[in-house]
């Protein structure tokens, strides 16, 4: 696990930009997995200007999304005015997983036969879930329809005019899906953040902390500005923990 330290949000975005770009770069038709919530926002807002200044071309890329509440469309609305309309990516190649359950295993199949996600970008919740793959989910985990955590929905009531109105229920990828990808970006910022970090990063791997499992997968890298890592910084000065390999900038 590679853990970068970023000072502040734009850095730690800038960083994740240059990594999807040079993804893109080395495989012009790559199968990229994307997160939504206001973490990636800077990302995609980067990554629409490496478009329009011509440095980046997604016409052969194809997208999976995460995750998506039930009977809504936000997700899809919050893709389209953050990333997709407006760089060059084909609509007929981005794609979110479905609410019928009837079409889940082509979803997956679908997922498969692209050759699987080669990056995937991923959010943090603050109690630990990735997608909506909340705490308890199983790490064998597939496509499915979850219902959500009272502090989910209280976190993401900042989302909806009428907080009254967040469904309950929402469909994600699974956490064995997640795995699957060959590569992972985990992004965090602020300070609301560290505790989680801190948590799923150096905590036991447990199904109570989703997002520990990446613990385990080959190639992850933890992108965090310097205020989502206070725990960790704290943490490093007393004992060397963190992997060689780390990168602090
Ligand atoms: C949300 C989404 C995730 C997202 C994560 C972090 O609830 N389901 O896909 O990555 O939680 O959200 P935010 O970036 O808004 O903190």
Redesign the pocket.
């Given at each position: 696990m590679n853990i970068i330290i970023k000072k502040n949000y734009r850095e730690m975005s800038k960083k994740a930009a240059e990594e999807v770009a040079q993804a893109i770069q080395n495989k012009p038709n790559l199968i990229l997995g994307l997160?939504?919530?206001?973490?990636?926002i800077e990302l995609y807002k980067i990554l629409v200007e490496k478009s329009q200044k011509g440095e980046l071309d997604f016409s052969q890329v194809t997208t999976f999304n995460?995750?998506e509440y039930v009977g809504t469309q936000i997700y899809h609305s919050f893709m389209r005015e953050h990333l997709f309309s407006k760089i060059n990516i084909k609509k007929e190649n981005t794609f979110f997983p479905p609410e019928d359950p009837a079409k889940t295993e082509i979803f997956e199949q679908l997922i498969q036969d692209k050759g699987g996600i080669d990056l995937q970008i991923?959010?943090?919740?603050?109690n630990g879930?990735?997608?909506?793959n909340e705490p308890g989910s199983s790490f064998e985990s597939r496509t499915r329809i979850v219902n959500l955590t009272q502090t989910?929905l209280s976190?993401?009531a900042k989302f909806f005019s009428d907080p009254s109105h967040i469904p309950g229920q929402?469909v994600t990828l699974g956490i064995a899906d997640i795995m699957e990808a060959k590569k992972i970006l985990l992004l965090a910022s602020g300070k609301e953040?560290s505790q989680i970090v801190s948590k799923a990063l150096k905590g036991p791997v447990t199904e109570e902390i989703p997002a520990s499992i990446l613990q385990k997968h080959p190639d992850v890298t933890v992108l965090l500005d310097q205020e989502a890592a206070k725990l960790l910084e704290k943490e490093s000065e007393l004992s060397a923990w963190i992997d060689p390999s780390t990168i602090i900038n």
């Open positions: 997160a939504s919530g206001s973490t990636v995460l995750d991923l959010g943090l919740g603050l879930h990735i997608a909506f989910t976190d993401n929402a953040k």
